[in-house]
């Protein structure tokens, strides 16, 4: 459990790993982004992508599954912003994503002395190494009391 004391300026983790296979990308997107690159394997085979491809809103409850589940389990009281999102290369179906995190800065919140700001920088890349997203998440974060 990592309270804003303790995390460091270098802070750096893999976060975790998710096994993006075709079944689990058709059932998010039935629901969430039903657009036949996401649910339709046929027309996912024609597209420039050459198989199916997880939405943008699939690789967000990814991230933030991934994160809730993490090891190191950084007390978070409220999210405050994503920044410079960018979804430079498809997640494919039968790939394993990497989600990887750093620390860019922190400081205690002006307005809560029980808590401090932490800014982090995200990257997940695919098992070939391409990188399928990326982002910067500001945080409030739990102080030790």
Known sequence: MLYFDDIPDDYRSVVGSWQLNASNIVAFAETWDPRPVHIDAAVAER???????????????????????????????????????????PARAGTTLTYETRCIGKRVSASRPDAGIVALADTVTDNDGNVVLTQEVTLMVSRRT
């Open 47 to 89: 597209s420039p992508f050459g198989t199916l491809i997880a939405s943008s809103a699939h690789l967000f409850a990814i991230v933030t599954l991934l994160f809730a589940r993490h090891d190191d389990g950084i007390q978070v009281l409220a999210m405050l912003g994503k920044d410079k999102l960018r979804l430079p290369s």
